[in-house]
């Protein structure tokens, strides 16, 4: 089997849902209270009730690793578009300070609404991805503005005002959490910490749709993606209306980065790994890459879940920190290669 | 013939004025405001059991010191790094130095537990200068690594990592109360035993930075010039980072992590008095301290009577002022 071939696609996707399906398992049966395969299995089909096994898997292990998969692979593909879109392997919703965005804006949202929304409604749920995808789309225009000079948009420029954007929105993030009282604050704190401390099925049902709806958009525009890769001249004479299509891409992919960040706080560096692992695996066609890169996200985000519940057990490290440490390392290695390879 | 006072004099000839009036200001307004009387009464006749007086020096003038001095520590450092580096957003925060000396300081916690303040300074030296280290040497690996861009992100995310690893260490040791106290920006908590014993290391640095001023110019121009001029560019760089480990390192030893001083000042020095390190460095000092005093009041005045951390001031100052450089300047060097 060659290494572009459909069957080495397939087997390159296979393996991944099969260690999905293993991360899922090992998350499911470990923790504060371990439970064997049968246990598990028995209950998720319903073959052998208990109340306490019930609560464990339906209402802890269960969500949390749902929201860590979902988050995983749409940050995973949102990076793969921001990469393309920017031409620049730099390119993550973290350092793009899209995260900050939407995270500042979730903040002050819980700051102003939390007395009069219960926090756990549905409709205080389902408004905060949108009250998310605000802060995250003010801020990416934002740092638009500010990149784009003389009728282009350099790479460079792009980032460093993403980085000046996150720092900034980080300090109205804190001047916000230290104004509220200390339970909020508590939740705040977690959160912006990147956690899916507490995951439940209303935070699944709030992001799902964006999810369904955006990652299609984008995966039908796959094509575009390798087009928009060339050079602006090239891809103009080929019809393409690049500015337009650009600008599409960034709007569905804040879309998803503010729908991820809205539940799980600021997990940064994964849109970043996983289009780079992802196109040493399979290439760079987006059609072959995107799938991949949601993949791998999704496995990466469930393991560092996984890796913050118990390595310290029973304190807990959200899974932004985790990924954080992993990622660092990587990024810097890969900045190393792409230099050397320049 | 109009008699013309050179800026840079100015700002230095000026200097004793402002601190004096920033002291003054930094003493008298916050949570409880004092009469002049008071403040004369308790430096003339200091009074134990009057509380006044005891807010007035257990408390205000240690912090208002303490914020003249971090401020121009600060400030020197970011001012070194860039005429160094030719690095227009080279400072001790946006390079990660201040994570670094988060980190040592919490391994110094774990290992050796009890350590005394000098010695946690110690640890926070140490930390700096190896996130420093590790941030330049990662830097000058890479090709085109000391432009700008590279440099900032390497240093975000060095950032990022130190201190996701410093938070981790802590959360399994459980003193992450001490630590989050190490991090976070307290100048409101300054301790006037540990500003003594951190002055000496201080002058030091301030001494080593001013002494090289007149290197790093010539520095700032480019290294084959400064090599081609007889410069010993390997000796200046020690010295430049001996010195920015130092101030830097005792900067964050004594309040935390500040972030922006040392970007927007050494800036502001560079467009008051022109291209010489010579004057850039001392008013930069003179500058950052009275700016981060001036935040520190502005960071009790804005959400009164409560606090506002003193880096939400300078981040609500410095983000419009980041932009703007990377507006103006882009990925260039200086």
Same mark, same amino acid.
């Given at each position: 089997?060659?290494?572009?071939? +459909?069957?080495?696609?397939?087997?390159?996707?296979?393996?991944?849902?099969?260690?999905?399906?293993?991360?899922?398992?090992?998350?499911?049966?470990?923790?504060?209270?371990?439970?064997?395969?049968? &246990?598990?299995?028995?209950?998720?089909?319903? =073959?052998?009730?208990?109340?306490?096994?019930?609560?464990?898997?339906?209402?802890?292990?269960?969500? +949390?690793?749902?929201?860590?998969?979902?988050?995983?692979?749409?940050?995973?593909?949102?990076?793969?578009?921001?990469?393309?879109?920017?031409?620049?392997?730099?390119?993550?919703?973290?350092?793009? /300070?899209?995260?900050?965005?939407?995270?500042?804006?979730?903040?002050?949202?819980?700051?102003?609404?939390?007395?009069?929304?219960?926090?756990?409604?549905?409709?205080?749920?389902?408004?905060?991805?949108?009250?998310?995808?605000?802060?995250?789309?003010?801020?990416?225009?934002?740092?638009?503005?500010?990149?784009?000079?003389?009728?282009?948009?350099?790479? &460079? +420029?792009?980032?460093?005002?993403?980085?000046?954007?996150?720092?900034?929105?980080?300090?109205?993030? !804190?001047?916000?959490? =230290?104004?509220?009282?200390?339970?909020?604050?508590?939740?705040?704190?977690?959160?912006?910490?990147?956690?899916?401390?507490?995951?439940?099925?209303?935070? !699944?049902? @709030?992001?799902?749709?964006?999810?369904?709806?955006?990652?299609?958009?984008?995966?039908?525009?796959?094509?575009?993606?390798?087009?928009?890769?060339?050079?602006? &001249?090239? #891809?103009?004479?080929?019809?393409?209306?690049?500015?337009?299509?650009?600008?599409?891409?960034?709007?569905?992919?804040?879309?998803?980065?503010?729908?991820?960040?809205?539940?799980?706080?600021?997990?940064?560096?994964?849109?970043?790994?996983?289009?780079?692992?992802?196109?040493?695996?399979?290439?760079?066609?987006? @059609?072959?890459?995107?799938?991949?890169?949601?993949?791998?996200?999704?496995?990466?985000?469930?393991?560092?879940?996984?890796?913050?519940?118990?390595?310290?057990?029973?304190? &807990?490290?959200?899974?932004?920190?985790?990924?954080?440490?992993?990622?660092?390392?990587?990024?810097?290695?890969?900045?190393?290669?792409?230099?050397?390879?320049? | 013939?109009?008699?013309?006072?050179?800026?840079?004099?100015?700002?230095?000839?000026?200097?004793?004025?402002?601190?004096?009036?920033?002291?003054?200001?930094?003493?008298?307004?916050?949570?409880?405001?004092?009469?002049?009387?008071?403040?004369?009464?308790?430096?003339?006749?200091?009074?134990?059991?009057?509380?006044?007086?005891?807010?007035?020096?257990?408390?205000?003038?240690?912090?208002?010191?303490?914020?003249?001095?971090?401020?121009?520590?600060?400030?020197?450092?970011?001012?070194?790094?860039?005429?160094?580096?030719?690095?227009? =957003?080279? @400072?001790? @925060?946006?390079?990660?130095?201040?994570?670094?000396?988060?980190?040592?300081?919490?391994?110094?916690?774990?290992?050796?537990?009890?350590?005394? %303040?000098?010695?946690?300074?110690?640890?926070?030296?140490?930390?700096?200068?190896?996130?420093?280290?590790? *941030?330049?040497?990662?830097?000058?690996?890479?090709?085109?690594?000391?432009?700008?861009?590279?440099?900032?992100?390497?240093? #975000?995310?060095?950032?990022?990592?130190?201190?996701?690893?410093?938070?981790?260490?802590?959360?399994?040791?459980?003193?992450?109360?001490?630590?989050?106290?190490?991090?976070?920006?307290?100048?409101?908590?300054?301790?006037?035993?540990?500003?003594?014993?951190?002055?000496?290391?201080?002058?030091?640095?301030?001494?080593?930075?001013?002494? !090289?001023?007149?290197?790093?110019?010539?520095? %700032?121009? /480019?290294?084959?010039?400064?090599?081609?001029?007889?410069?010993?560019?390997?000796?200046?760089?020690?010295?430049?980072?001996?010195?920015?480990?130092?101030?830097?390192?005792?900067?964050?030893?004594?309040?935390?992590?500040?972030?922006? *001083?040392?970007?927007?000042?050494?800036?502001?020095?560079?467009?008051?008095?022109?291209?010489?390190?010579?004057?850039?460095?001392?008013?930069?000092?003179?500058?950052?301290?009275?700016?981060?005093?001036?935040?520190?009041?502005?960071?009790? $005045?804005?959400?009164?009577?409560?606090?506002?951390?003193?880096?939400?001031?300078?981040?609500?100052?410095?983000?419009?002022?980041?932009?703007? $450089?990377?507006?103006?300047?882009?990925?260039? +060097?200086?």
């Amino acid at each position: 089997m060659t290494k572009g071939s +459909r069957g080495y696609y397939t087997a390159v996707l296979g393996v991944m849902i099969l260690l999905l399906l293993f991360g899922a398992y090992f998350s499911l049966t470990q923790g504060s209270m371990d439970m064997t395969v049968k &246990e598990v299995i028995t209950t998720l089909l319903r =073959l052998d009730v208990q109340p306490d096994r019930d609560l464990v898997i339906f209402e802890f292990r269960l969500p +949390r690793i749902v929201i860590a998969v979902l988050v995983g692979a749409g940050l995973g593909i949102a990076g793969a578009v921001l990469q393309g879109i920017t031409r620049n392997g730099l390119a993550d919703p973290g350092i793009l /300070g899209i995260n900050a965005g939407a995270g500042a804006a979730m903040v002050i949202f819980l700051f102003f609404y939390q007395g009069e929304i219960k926090g756990t409604g549905w409709g205080a749920i389902m408004a905060m991805p949108m009250f998310g995808l605000i802060g995250g789309l003010l801020s990416a225009a934002l740092i638009f503005v500010f990149a784009w000079k003389r009728g282009s948009l350099e790479p &460079e +420029r792009l980032l460093l005002s993403g980085i000046a954007v996150a720092s900034g929105l980080g300090a109205l993030t !804190i001047y916000f959490t =230290l104004k509220m009282d200390a339970k909020d604050f508590e939740m705040a704190a977690v959160w912006t910490a990147g956690s899916i401390y507490n995951a439940n099925w209303k935070y !699944i049902v @709030s992001m799902l749709p964006w999810l369904l709806i955006l990652i299609p958009v984008i995966y039908s525009k796959s094509r575009l993606l390798d087009l928009l890769g060339l050079k602006d &001249e090239s #891809t103009r004479s080929l019809g393409v209306a690049a500015d337009k299509q650009r600008t599409l891409l960034l709007l569905c992919s804040v879309g998803i980065v503010s729908a991820c960040v809205s539940v799980s706080g600021g997990i940064g560096f994964i849109g970043l790994m996983s289009p780079h692992i992802a196109s040493r695996l399979v290439g760079r066609r987006h @059609s072959r890459l995107l799938p991949a890169c949601g993949l791998i996200g999704g496995l990466l985000v469930m393991i560092s879940d996984y890796i913050g519940r118990t390595l310290f057990s029973p304190v &807990e490290l959200p899974a932004g920190m985790v990924v954080a440490i992993l990622g660092g390392p990587y990024f810097i290695y890969l900045m190393y290669r792409n230099r050397r390879q320049a | 013939m109009r008699f013309k006072i050179p800026v840079h004099l100015l700002i230095l000839w000026s200097a004793p004025v402002m601190v004096v009036l920033i002291m003054l200001l930094s003493i008298l307004y916050g949570a409880k405001n004092i009469s002049l009387n008071t403040l004369s009464e308790a430096v003339f006749h200091f009074d134990p059991t009057e509380v006044n007086h005891q807010i007035i020096m257990q408390s205000r003038i240690p912090r208002a010191a303490g914020a003249l001095l971090i401020g121009a520590f600060l400030a020197i450092s970011g001012a070194l790094m860039q005429g160094m580096t030719r690095n227009y =957003l080279a @400072s001790p @925060s946006l390079m990660g130095i201040s994570d670094g000396s988060v980190f040592a300081v919490t391994l110094g916690m774990i290992i050796l537990p009890g350590s005394s %303040s000098l010695e946690l300074i110690g640890y926070s030296l140490i930390g700096s200068a190896l996130s420093m280290v590790i *941030v330049f040497g990662l830097a000058s690996l890479m090709p085109g690594g000391l432009s700008p861009v590279r440099l900032a992100i390497l240093g #975000t995310v060095i950032g990022t990592f130190l201190s996701s690893a410093s938070a981790a260490a802590a959360a399994y040791f459980q003193i992450s109360q001490n630590i989050s106290f190490w991090y976070n920006a307290r100048l409101h908590q300054m301790d006037p035993a540990l500003i003594k014993l951190a002055m000496p290391f201080a002058v030091v640095g301030i001494v080593l930075a001013l002494s !090289i001023s007149k290197s790093v110019t010539i520095m %700032s121009l /480019g290294e084959d010039i400064a090599t081609s001029l007889g410069q010993r560019t390997f000796w200046v760089k020690c010295a430049a980072i001996a010195s920015v480990v130092l101030l830097t390192g005792i900067a964050v030893a004594i309040a935390g992590k500040i972030g922006f *001083v040392g970007l927007i000042i050494p800036h502001i020095a560079r467009f008051l008095t022109g291209t010489d390190y010579k004057w850039i460095i001392p008013c930069a000092g003179v500058l950052g301290g009275c700016f981060l005093a001036l935040c520190d009041i502005l960071s009790r $005045l804005l959400n009164y009577p409560l606090e506002m951390p003193v880096g939400v001031v300078t981040g609500i100052i410095g983000v419009p002022f980041f932009l703007y $450089l990377i507006r103006t300047k882009g990925g260039r +060097r200086i």
